[in-house]
Structure formats: C-alpha cells, structure tokens
C-alpha cells in the first residue's frame, strides 16, 4: 500500500478550500477517529517525528526554482504542521537549527523574529546552527530568553558559566512512549562563524558529548532523537560510531533526502531547506528492544494553497515585516542609467560594486563574483529594499594581498576556467575567450610589476572557494577577513552620494567576441 500523508492532509483540507466548514470538521473527526482506530488495532507504540531545517528566516513564500508555484512561508508552514498534529496529536515537532539569517527581517531584529515565530509554532525542541551565532553571542544569549520552547545543545561551552551553553537535551512524552532529544553541532563552527561571535564560547566533540548524554538519557526512554546541525556527511560518520540512537534528524548541508539514510541501524534524515519540504517519519517501535521495527517516510512539499496558512503565525510574520518595510522602502538614491548584470563580462552594476567596495578599503583591485549579484534596477528612485534583492548575501569582505606575478597567475587561471567570472575595479584585462588566453592585463592603467605587492578586496564566498576562482591556494597569499558586510558599504555609498549614472567602459574585454556588455539574467 503506498503511503501518502498528504492525501490525508489534503482531504482535511478541502474543507478550507472549499469553505464547507460543517462538513469539513464532520470529516475530519472521522479521519482521526479511523487514524486513532487504525493505530489502536495495530497495537504498536508509534512515534511520528515532523522536521525541517535551514529556513534561514524565509518567512515569505516563494516560488520554488523547479517549479512556478509558490512553496514555503512560516505561516503556510505552519499550516502544515496543524494538519499533521490533527492527524498525529503526539507529533515531535522538530527544527534543526539555522533558522537566523537570510532575509532583512532576521538582520533587523538579530533573529528575535525567528524566535518570536517559533514561539507560535512551538517545536517540541529546536537546535543552534551555526548562523544562529551570526549577530554575536550575546545577542544569541539575548533572544534565546525570549523562546518558550526547548534550545538543545550538546556540545558547546560556555566559558562565561563553566556549563554547557544550553541544555543539552529533553525527554518528552509522545503517546505512550519516552522520548529523548539531544542537540549537537558541528565541531566545525570556528571556520563557519566568526571569531569575535564566538567569545567565551568553546566547542565540543560531538561524538563524545552525544555518547555520554545518550548514557544518561537512555535508561529512561524508549527512543533516543539526535537533533543535529553537523551536515549529512558528519551525521553519517557519527551513526557509525554511535550506539543507543535511533534517528537523526539533521540540517546544515541543506540535504534533501528522499528517504531516510540507514547507517548501523540509525535512521538519518534532512529535509533541504529555506521551509521548501517538511520530513515526516512514522515509525512503529518495539518498547523491549527499544529499536524502530518498520517506518514510513515522505518529504512533503510545502506547496502553498494546499492547506489553510496559519492565521496565528501569519500574524506574527505580518506585523515583523511591516516593522521592518518603512526602512526597507526607504529611498536612499536616483539611478540614472538601468543597472545590469553580465555573467559573461563586464557590467556597470559589477563595476559600481566593486568601486564601492575597492575605495571602500582602500585596495588596489576589487572583485566580486557575478553570481552573487542578483537584481537588475532599473533607472529611476533606488530604495534600500533594492540593494537586499541585488546582494542579499550577507557576504563580509576580506582583504588578500600577493606579489604581481601571483596577481598574473590568477587572472590567466580565471580567463582559461571561466564559470563565474568575476566583476572588477582598478584592474583591466583583454582576453581570448576561444584561445583561452590572457593578452593583456593593468592596474590603474599600468602594466603589472612582478615583485610589487597588491591588494585586492573580495567577499568570504570567493575567498572560501578560492582555488575554483584562482586557481591557487589560499595559504600561497595573504588573507585578512573583516567582519563588514559587503551590503552595508553599498547602501552607506549611495546615501554619501545619491545621484548614480555608471557605464561599462572596457575594464574586461573578450578578443574573440568584442561583446562588452551581454545582459544575461542570472536566476
Ligand atoms: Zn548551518
């Protein structure tokens, strides 16, 4: 028999669609009366776990890239999450974490509209990922406070109070079973957060901090949850080495996984990310062994108009975006010529950027990554809600300085690897793009000198994949990270000089084409 929990879902739901409310709650008692009856007759203890990951504060539905409806949005989420508890009123409601960062709305309030929308939705427990660190540790400290629901954490340390940041994990009751849940994150947060959000705050092994928590906790319960944020190919290699757990539901690597990975008996699951998919696993339990006996699993989409949003969360979300629209509407500067973008050469919105952030930092060179410049504008009045859609990564920038040569080396290496090519200041260069070549290449008019020292600006997204765009190592330069996030500059540029009018004028010239400027939609 195929499985489908959304055909539940959505018989519950036409009642919403069609407005028959009578009918629709006749129906839907009928539904959980043949659920509860269908489970008591099946006479198995039963734990239903539903699980996203990821959302990074995408509040907002959106259209989903493989498909042209819309999917997502806390509150439609939401609405999902209600049918599923009409279904499965022991539900274990999880979110593994990474819910901060990724619209304005997070940036403003420094992830309190995270917490104040979870606190409406009330996962049954939620882990810290790694950007929830990105306002600082205080601050996490800070709008932790305000959250009525459980933050799990095993393996971060608190300096400041000689214990755990957090607690490490909970036992819930879920129908007639004990479950546990326990936090962890990834040993590598050092390299993804930085370091000044990080004071006082020391990480842990996972592996030995989840095998000693599970010590504790598994006398008492019958299911042992690990509700990570190590990524799927480190929840991987923790199942190998762990015993006593049962499922990890995990996040961070964005990971869409079907169906669960079996790993030494540990059931692993992930459901993407940005609020895309809900994961939902039904699986019946064997109380003397303590082990899942058969399960179920469906990623379920969160298409948007399948079910009734939830007016409580949709309340919540409305009120933080229209606290946030009257800045983000603000009109900050006029655009005299349209601003393009071009992933196959030069474009004056790549030249604006990276002279910007190039005076900026006082360098002799910047760069900036085409891909990561995501909006046309075009001419007329230029809101700071118009420079979030154009860099709506909060990429920081860092500083790289190298000798002439290596400055030589690199750019031939992009010209002959070309994928994302980079948009540039203070340097030109013409090229072959058919013979691959580098013909000619000057900075600040002048031919490059071998043994001089240059210093370019770039974001952490090009540096972190250094070696695609240059071809070099990281360690063969000098790297010095700053915490400005390359936005901030933009909006700060263009209220110290509002009226804007840039052209494209031959900074990158391919040889082979003579096509300076191709206007090309980067999705
Ligand atoms: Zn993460």
């Known amino acids: 028999m195929k499985f489908l929990i959304m055909e539940k879902v ?95 709305v997070s940036n ?31 601050n996490l400290r800070d709008v932790m406070t305000y959250a009525n629901f459980p933050i799990l954490n095993s393996n971060l340390f608190d300096s400041t109070k000689n214990d755990l940041l957090v607690q490490p994990y909970t036992i819930i009751q879920s129908g007639n079973l004990k479950v546990a849940i326990i936090g962890a994150l990834t040993g590598d947060l050092f390299t993804l957060a930085l370091p000044q959000n990080l004071k006082g705050i020391g990480i842990l092994d996972p592996l030995t901090q989840i095998r000693q928590n599970v010590h504790e906790v598994e006398p008492q319960t019958d299911l042992i949850v690990l509700l990570s944020h190590c990524g799927f190919e ?44 809900l994961g939902y696993l039904k699986a019946n339990i064997d109380r003397n062994q303590k082990i899942i006996t058969s399960y179920n699993y469906e990623l379920i989409e969160t298409r948007l108009g399948r079910v009734k949003p939830s007016p409580v969360v949709a309340g919540v979300v409305d009120s933080l975006e229209a606290s946030i629209s009257a800045e983000m509407d603000k009109i900050i500067g006029q655009l005299i010529t349209d601003w393009h973008r071009n992933s196959h050469g030069e474009s004056n919105l790549g030249n604006w950027i990276c002279d910007v952030t190039r005076e900026y930092f006082k360098t002799d060179i910047a760069f900036m990554n085409s891909g990561g410049i995501r909006k046309d504008l075009k001419a007329g009045p230029i809101r700071v809600r118009d420079l979030w859609e154009i860099s709506p990564f909060d990429n920081t920038i860092v500083i790289v300085a190298l000798t002439g040569e290596q400055l030589k080396f690199i750019i031939q290496y992009h010209v002959e690897n070309l994928r994302d090519l980079l948009q540039v200041s203070g340097l030109s260069y013409e090229f072959n793009s058919k013979q691959k070549k580098l013909v000619k290449l000057t900075v600040a008019g002048k031919p490059v000198d071998d043994q001089k020292i240059y210093t370019f600006a770039t974001n952490n997204f090009v540096i972190s994949q250094f070696e695609r765009f240059f071809g070099l190592a990281p360690s063969a330069v000098k790297i010095t990270p700053t915490d400005i996030i390359g936005r901030d500059i933009l909006i700060e540029a263009i209220k110290a000089q509002p009226v804007i009018n840039n052209h494209t004028e031959g900074r990158i010239i391919d040889l082979a084409n003579k096509k300076e400027e191709v206007n090309y939609d980067i999705q």
Not at 55 to 66: A, G, I
Not at 78 to 98: V, W
Not at 120 to 133: C, D, M, R, V, W
């Open 10 to 104: 959505c018989f519950i739901q036409k009642n919403w669609l069609s407005q028959k409310f009578a009918n629709g709650i006749s129906l839907l008692i009928l539904i959980m009366v043949i659920n509860l009856w269908a489970e008591l007759i099946a006479d198995v203890p039963q734990v239903v776990i539903v699980h996203w990951n990821d959302l990074h504060s995408t509040n907002l539905p959106y259209k989903s890239s493989r498909a042209n409806y819309r999917v997502g949005g806390y509150a439609n989420l939401a609405g999902y999450l209600d049918s599923l508890r009409h279904l499965h009123p022991q539900a274990i409601i999880l979110n593994a974490g990474d819910d901060f960062q990724g619209s304005p």
């Open 108 to 138: 403003f309030t420094r992830g309190l509209s995270q917490i104040l929308i979870l606190n409406k939705i009330q996962p049954t427990a939620f882990t810290l990922g790694n950007h929830e660190f990105d306002y600082g540790i205080d």
């Open 234 to 277: 480190e929840d991987s290699l923790l199942a190998m080495q762990l015993a006593g757990v049962d499922v990890i539901i995990g996040g961070h690597s964005h990971t869409y996984l079907h169906q669960p990975k079996k790993v030494n008996n540990i059931l692993i699951c992930q459901a993407g990310s940005n609020g895309h998919c």
